[in-house]
């Protein structure tokens, strides 16, 4: 792997392309792009346990006052929080007359039903079950042993992050009709970064791929020997770019992690999470994406974007958005070819 050297000079984030390539111009990279290699990098994701824990939705959206809803392979969930703080998940139907708890206001840490006032308290109760949750932080994990039929674990598979307190996080979800392992295979295809968003990157070059040891493990910085290692440069306006290298690797069947090992905002991580929702009116599957951007810098001048987080989280979510409109019809497109027969290979 070639050493990576920064476009611009090391004390500025930006960098300046003297010489930019036209979009059509660009080296071809359906070459290096090959099937099989993305195929086995799948693979090998899907190997790995996952503890039957599966991404809901953002931490901040789960609030005092206010519960989390979501569905899991067609389970109706509820999340809330009690009155010290604590993360409580079960099913989102009430167990008197089935009422959607999610549509259910929280009260000094009990949810209550708005079609009785049946309470929970996040105890067992008149056979609703509570079911086990993890708060990171930055995401809301609740276990489902029934769906994912794995051994169970006490907590999830979380990627190291930034120190949260000198770091930005924001969280995007988006929905496509497909299943979580073509969300984890457009992740695995770095090579469609500056051909399919050229808005948001350019320059990107594929300088590591995974070996076909199926028993690797990403070390520390991420690395490893089961990454794909891409040096790439972030659009910011008119020929600013920041150049940076990132690896992307799976540390779960339905998780994709890029974290940046050289650049700017060295460590810092966007975590992909895919998780299955159920079929639509169609009986087609359905997966949501669910991403944490957590941004971090050494920079000093980066205090001030933390001070101003509200905004910036804003708009790094739109910014991810954006990109997952793109991904998802690509991720959809996959689905489509493999329930019709057509998938090339």
């Known amino acids: 792997m070639k050493p990576w050297r920064p476009a611009g000079r090391a004390r500025y984030p930006l960098s300046l392309r003297h010489r930019p390539v036209r979009w059509d111009k660009q080296r071809p990279t359906w070459r290096q792009a090959r099937p099989a290699l993305i195929a086995e990098a799948l693979k090998r994701a899907q190997a790995r346990p996952s503890g039957n824990w599966y991404v809901v939705g953002a931490s901040r959206d789960v609030r005092a006052d206010r519960s989390l809803s979501a569905t899991v392979a067609g389970q109706e969930l509820v999340v809330w ?19 959607p708890l999610a549509e259910s206001p929280v009260r000094c840490g009990t ?21 086990p949750v993890h708060d990171d932080g930055v995401l809301m994990w609740v276990r489902l042993d029934q769906v994912g039929g794995e051994p169970p674990t006490p907590a999830p598979v979380v990627p ?23 969300v984890v295979a457009n992740r695995l295809d770095p090579w469609h970064g500056a051909w399919f968003h050229p808005y948001s990157f350019v320059d990107l070059t594929v300088v590591g791929t995974p070996d076909a040891e199926p028993d690797a493990e ?19 306006a008119g020929r600013f770019v920041v150049p940076v290298r990132a690896v992307f690797t799976t540390p779960g069947p339905r998780t994709v992690l890029m974290r940046i090992t050289e650049g700017e905002g060295r460590g810092s991580v966007v975590e992909t999470h895919a998780t299955p929702l159920g079929p639509d009116e ?20 980066f205090a001030a974007a933390r001070a101003a987080a509200p905004v910036v989280r804003r708009l790094m979510a739109a910014g991810a958005a954006r990109l997952w409109r793109d991904d998802l019809a690509y991720a959809e497109r996959r689905w489509l070819l493999r329930s019709t027969g057509r998938f090339p290979g």
């Open 81 to 99: 929080r009690t009155a010290d703080g604590r993360p409580v998940a079960g099913p989102g139907s009430c167990p008197h007359l089935g009422a």
């Open 111 to 131: 949810l209550v039903c708005h079609w009785h006032g049946l309470a929970l308290d996040g105890g067992p109760f008149a056979g609703w079950e509570p079911l």
């Open 160 to 182: 190291p992050r930034p120190q949260l307190s000198r770091s930005v996080a924001a969280v995007c979800t988006g929905v496509g009709i497909c299943e979580p392992e073509d």
């Open 218 to 236: 990403p070390d520390a910085e991420g690395a490893g020997e089961d990454g794909f290692t891409v040096d790439v440069s972030f659009k910011v």
């Open 282 to 301: 169609l009986g087609r599957p359905r997966t949501a994406v669910v991403e944490a951007v957590v941004a971090s810098s050494a920079r000093p001048g």
